[in-house]
């Protein structure tokens, strides 16, 4: 079975914390790709990163940081210094592949941050 | 340019009425996608096209029909909806890839459009 847990359903933050959104996925594929995406209120789903599984290099962009660890199945994601732009619902996404259509979302984490 | 377009933004209908939904890309994808999403919900996949022609439904239900034109523009054609419709509906659309003969991963989605059916 695959299977993508976002565990948080919301956090709040106060502006320029950091903070971590959390992602534990389920595959007994051994090549796969993992997804953020971000949603805010308007309605788009923003592109934020891919990884794929070979791949357990971690990965800095600007003030958001992935950590992939096959280890323990999990692909987290950081915002450091958040701002109130950052606030929006994130989703997890699992696709295996080859050549695969579906994505497989988690729940989504509603990230909350106040001014 | 990673955008995909989608009109209208809102719209509210009838039970009755017919509408349809637009969505075009301009990336030169040849794979696009049909999502529906209701409130605090991931989104659903409902269809997927490929090289114009449907090639998944997600058994969604008839008063839902998608149309592919053509390689930038997919529609999708309300009728007789009912209030538990009432949903974003998202487009989105990805590259194909010819060496692996299916779909490369990253999924490009457009803003959606707020139904509501009365």
């Known amino acids: 079975a695959q299977k993508v847990t976002q565990a948080q359903t919301e956090i709040s933050v106060v502006e320029k914390e950091d903070v971590t959104l959390d992602c534990v996925y389920e595959?007994?594929?051994?090549?796969?790709?993992l997804f953020w995406y971000k949603q805010p209120p308007s309605g788009e789903l923003v592109f934020l990163i891919r990884r794929n599984s070979f791949d357990e290099q971690n990965e800095i962009s600007g003030r958001y940081s992935w950590n992939f660890q096959k280890s323990t199945s999990s692909f987290n994601f950081t915002i450091t210094a958040s701002q109130v732009v950052d606030s929006a619902v994130y989703f997890c996404a699992l696709s295996p592949l080859p050549g695969t259509y579906k994505y497989i979302f988690g729940t989504g984490t509603r990230l909350k941050v106040l001014a | 340019d990673t955008e995909v377009t989608q009109t209208p933004k809102h719209l509210v209908m009838g039970m009755t009425n017919k509408k349809s939904l637009k969505c075009e890309q301009h990336m030169g994808h040849r794979a696009m996608y049909w999502y529906k999403q209701k409130a605090k919900k991931p989104p659903e996949l409902m269809f997927v096209?490929?090289?114009?022609?449907?090639?998944i439904n997600e058994s969604v239900p008839s008063r839902f029909s998608p149309e592919c034109p053509n390689s930038s523009l997919l529609n999708l054609h309300l009728h007789a909806l009912q209030p538990e419709d009432s949903a974003l509906y998202l487009c989105a659309s990805s590259q194909k890839s010819e060496l692996l003969a299916g779909f490369l991963d990253t999924q490009y989605f457009g803003p959606g459009t707020r139904l509501t059916v009365l």
């Open positions: 595959t007994r594929d051994t090549t796969y790709y």
């Open positions: 096209y490929s090289y114009e022609k449907l090639s």
